[in-house]
């Protein structure tokens, strides 16, 4: 069954968080689908994943791009998966995938100080609980650490 992580943002923003955790996954040698859920973050991510970082940059595409399936991390609106990714980031309440069980994990990350996005990731947690999946919530602490709590 497909592992469910929900990251609750509270010290720093997604911008600082996704790429952090989409480098950790890229050195597990898996390939990433990050889910955004609207046109402008989508767009938004897209140019922050090259230039996020002085020392480095994600090397990335949109499921739009005619070699998507070559990218190590694909952004999208979609339920695709076009390079096959072990892994998929769903971000500012983007759905659940139909097909959450090819992916060895899905990582939910919303901001804590959103109550929408709050009653947004419950919802999230119990569809992933009734599907069966292993879930678990991790929480930053004061220091930006992340701490599972559940």
């Known amino acids: 069954m497909t592992e469910i992580l929900f ?5 720093q923003p997604l911008e600082k968080v996704l790429p952090n955790l989409v480098e950790r996954s890229l050195g597990r040698g ?5 889910q955004a859920a609207t046109e402008e973050r989508l ?5 922050h994943l090259w230039t996020y970082s002085d020392e480095s ?3 990335h595409g949109t499921d739009r791009d005619p070699d998507a399936a070559g990218q190590p991390v694909v952004l999208t609106l979609r339920d695709v998966n076009p390079n096959t990714a072990s892994i998929r980031f769903l971000v500012e309440g983007a759905d659940l995938p139909p097909d959450a069980e ?4 899905i990582c939910i990350l919303f901001d804590g100080t959103d109550q929408d996005a709050l ?16 879930v678990a919530y991790w929480q930053q602490d ?9």
């Open 102 to 105: 090819s992916y060895e994990r």
């Open 119 to 134: 009653l947004r990731a419950r919802e999230q947690w119990r569809q992933a609980k009734e599907a069966g999946h292993t």
């Open 142 to 150: 004061d220091s930006g650490r992340w701490n599972k709590k559940a």
């Open 30 to 34: 898996w390939q990433a689908a990050i």
């Open 43 to 47: 767009q938004a991510l897209d140019d």
């Open 57 to 59: 940059f994600l090397p």
């Open 7 to 11: 990251y609750h943002m509270q010290r």
